[in-house]
């Protein structure tokens, strides 16, 4: 269950010792697994919620839209893909089929899909394109395959499963890599199911043999995370409002959890000394709903709540996954395009100047007093090399010097997580007027977390106060100044 570095400790070990520097430390815990640690590196991209919804004004399609519905009359893959990318995200999810069964992608196994629309005279495919001006940009591509399915008149019984299948494996062996594939827990039972027009009720825990389905990923396209509300992978932090708990443990029990059902404020807040690593995500909507509706134009959040959003969802050390919905033309429309550029503009401003750089780090305790393991190790962004301490610490202190006052208000914490989450809290005080005043506290670190200050802080001294499971490991601490930010008119 912790995976396989724990089985390679004695050997990095034994081989550090035989070089005369000290051991890392022992990992604590739930650890990641190589996916996962790669996915917390990347902690922010899109959600593209687009299908038949878009042009009936409905959230939820019912199954018997006609395909001629959809008919975007300017899409444009590219300007999706450019506003994602301006915004600073790194991949995009697409929903490939939602709740009401209209595939974007001419499914072998289904007349419901785009082949059947006007669109393109039905030659098109938003999957395909999607999928290539993300990987033209340099952007991950992901899909949505939502489980429920009220078009499919198989729905609720073994046969649907088995077609569910077949379209995943289309949707992971046509489209290039994919960066995580999204499994919904939604289910409201009622539906058109092939013209049966009923209410179909399954049991979450059984129906989908879930097990079956992870392992077609793990074949097609070994690399991406899943998502669900239980994992494995990935969970859902709970709401649809972008923010993860304080704390948010990466780490969760998520023994008797299935995508449909798992307790909300669990799944928010994780359990510290949880047995499995599955660290939260966060979905949000830039707009009150996930498809576009044109009545919503003027509700579009604003550039300081999409930052309020990231400092809760990826700064708590989760992931946020931001929803943009093109309208009836198949692009992101233009507000929705201006406060993202600003968002994106502000937070590549604030991150791209590291105000720490250049102080000097003092630490209480650092491990076998070994270089490897210095102090200064938290100043560059770079979880490979961390500051550690010995094994008997659980506590210690860290100690930034400023060259020159220096005024801040983000603060960013990382822990090194392939060792774990061995943080359990942190005070940080800043000297002001010859003396030590605590600015922040919290609990969770984990892969992130950023810290925004009521006011900004002017200090040439920080003190980093931490209480720590195992002997602290921390792989970054930097300081920065939060770009001021200009709404659109
Ligand atoms: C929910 C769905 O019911 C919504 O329509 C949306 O797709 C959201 C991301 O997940 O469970």
């Keep these: 269950m912790f995976g396989w570095r724990r089985n390679l400790f004695p050997l990095v070990a034994a081989a550090a010792m035989a070089r005369g520097a000290a051991p890392p430390p022992a990992p604590y815990g739930a650890l990641p697994t190589e996916r996962q ?28 839209e006609p395909e001629s519905v959809f008919n975007p009359t300017d899409f444009d893959a590219d300007q999706i893909v450019r506003t994602a990318k301006d915004a600073g995200l790194s991949g995009l999810i697409l929903t490939a089929k939602h709740h009401d069964g209209f595939c974007l992608w001419p499914s072998a196994f289904t007349e419901h899909s785009v082949k059947n629309s006007s669109w393109k005279s039905g030659r098109g495919d938003v999957v395909r394109e999607l999928a290539d001006a993300c990987h033209r940009a340099g952007l991950q591509f992901g899909v949505y395959l939502s489980p429920w399915d009220r078009n499919r008149a198989d729905y609720g019984r073994p046969e649907y499963l ?40 399954i049991d979450n825990a059984t129906y989908y043999d879930w097990p079956t389905t992870w392992a077609i990923v793990r074949e097609l396209q070994p690399q991406a995370v899943m998502f669900s509300d239980a994992g494995p992978d990935v969970r859902w932090v709970g709401n649809e409002k972008g923010f993860a708990g304080d ?143 010995d094994d008997d610490a659980r506590r210690a202190e860290l100690t930034l010097i400023f060259p020159a006052a220096t005024t801040f208000d983000v603060v960013r914490l990382r822990e090194p997580i392939t060792l774990g989450q061995r943080i359990d809290s942190f005070q940080l005080d800043a000297w002001i007027d010859g003396a030590w005043r605590e600015v922040a506290h919290g609990t969770s670190v984990g892969s992130q977390r950023l810290m925004r200050l009521a006011e900004p802080v002017a200090t040439t001294k920080l003190r980093l106060r931490i209480e720590a499971a195992a002997s602290p490991a921390l792989a970054e601490w930097s300081v920065f100044a939060l770009a001021p930010a200009t709404e659109p008119p």
């Design 162 to 201: 088995t077609y569910y299948r077949n379209q995943l494996r289309e949707l992971l062996t046509h489209y290039g890599p994919i960066f995580e594939v999204w499994f919904d827990g939604a289910n409201g039972g009622d539906g058109f199911y092939g013209g049966a027009r009923e209410k179909r009720k």
């Design 247 to 389: 704390p948010c443990w990466a780490t969760i029990d998520a023994t008797g959890m299935f995508p449909g059902k798992a307790d909300p404020k669990i799944l928010n807040a994780g359990t510290r000394g949880g047995t499995s690593w599955i660290p939260a995500e966060v979905d949000v909507s830039i707009r009150p709903g996930w498809f576009y509706h044109e009545k919503e134009d003027e509700k579009v959040k604003s550039v300081a709540q999409l930052l309020q959003i990231y400092f809760e969802s990826a700064g708590r050390g989760a992931r946020l996954n931001l929803n943009l919905p093109p309208d009836r033309r198949g692009q992101i429309a233009p507000r929705d395009a201006a406060v993202l550029r600003e968002w994106g503009r502000v937070l590549r401003t604030t991150f791209a100047r590291n105000l720490a750089e250049g102080a000097l780090a003092i630490a209480t305790n650092t491990r076998g007093d070994d270089h490897n393991y210095s102090p200064e190790r938290v100043l560059a962004s770079d979880a490979a090399h961390y500051w550690a301490t």
């Design 37 to 64: 640690r790669i996915a917390q590196e990347n902690p922010a991209f899109a959600f593209v919620h687009f299908t038949v919804n878009t042009f009936t004004d409905r959230e939820w399609g019912l199954g018997d």
